[in-house]
T-cell receptor, first 114, second 114 residues
C-alpha cells in the first residue's frame, strides 16, 4: 500500500544534541510537510517543500531545518534540541493539482529531550 | 485569513448514543473542509472531506458531515458511538491557491462511556 513512513517512531535525545527525523513516501506526492504537535494541541506547520522549493513558516525557529534530497524523502533536523522541543513530529504529503489539497499523514515520531 | 472553530474541547457520549462534533469556519471564498481523527501516539487519519461536490459527505467508520454554507458549518456526526471511536478529532480547512496548507481547529477529544 502507498503510504507515508516515519522513522524512528520514538526518539530520545539529550538537551543540545542534534537529532534528525526521517520521512519517506511511496505516494509520489510533490508536497511534503513537517508539523510539530504538542500534547492536546493541533498540529503546527513548521515548513513544507513544494517539489524542491522550501517554504518556511514565519514563526518556525531557526533551530529547525529540513532537507529533501529527492521526491521520496524528507528530513527534519533539530540542531540544538531544547526541553520545549519535546513533541510529536508529523510528516504529511499531498499532491498539488488535486484541487482540494488532501494531506496524508505518517504515524509520527515522538521526540523526548532529556 | 481563514480559521476554524471547534466548539467543545471535550465531548463525552455513551456507547450507542449520537456523536456530534461541531466545526465552524470563517471564509469569504468556498473552502475545502476535512475531518481527521487521531488515536494516541499515532498520526492523523482522514475521516472525510468536502470538496464542493455533495454537501452531505460520508466517511469511514460510519461518520458523516454536512456542509452548510448558510451556517458556515461542517459538523461531524455518527448515529451510534462505539468504544473504538474514542480519539481526538480535528476539523481543518484549505483553499485553492494556498500552497496546500491546512488550517486546523483546536481539536475535540471524544470520550465514549459504557
Amino acid at each position: 500500500d502507498a503510504m507515508v513512513i516515519q522513522n524512528p517512531r520514538y526518539q530520545v535525545t539529550q538537551f543540545g544534541k542534534p537529532v534528525t527525523l526521517s520521512c519517506s513516501q511511496t505516494l509520489n506526492h510533490n508536497v511534503m510537510y513537517w508539523y510539530q504537535q504538542k500534547s492536546s494541541q493541533a498540529p503546527k506547520l513548521l515548513f513544507h517543500y513544494y517539489d524542491k522549493d522550501f517554504n518556511n513558516e514565519a514563526d518556525t525557529p531557526d533551530n529547525f531545518q529540513s532537507r529533501r534530497p529527492n521526491t521520496s524523502f524528507c528530513f527534519l533536523d533539530i540542531r540544538s534540541p531544547g526541553l520545549g522541543d519535546a513533541a510529536m513530529y508529523l510528516c504529511a504529503t499531498s499532491r498539488v493539482g488535486m484541487g482540494y489539497n488532501e494531506q496524508f499523514f505518517g504515524p509520527g515520531t515522538r521526540l523526548t529531550v532529556l | 485569513a481563514q480559521s476554524v472553530t471547534q466548539l467543545g474541547s471535550h465531548v463525552s457520549v455513551s456507547e450507542g448514543a449520537l456523536v456530534l462534533l461541531r466545526c465552524n469556519y470563517s471564509s469569504s471564498v468556498p473552502p475545502y473542509l476535512f475531518w481527521y481523527v487521531q488515536y494516541p501516539n499515532q498520526g492523523l487519519q482522514l475521516l472525510l472531506k468536502y470538496t464542493s461536490a455533495a454537501t452531505l459527505v460520508k466517511g469511514i467508520n460510519g461518520f458523516e458531515a454536512e456542509f452548510k454554507k448558510s451556517e458556515t458549518s461542517f459538523h461531524l456526526t455518527k448515529p451510534s458511538a462505539h468504544m473504538s471511536d474514542a480519539a481526538e478529532y480535528f476539523c481543518a480547512v484549505s483553499y485553492t491557491g494556498t500552497a496546500s496548507k491546512l488550517t486546523f481547529g483546536t481539536g475535540t477529544r471524544l470520550q465514549v462511556t459504557l
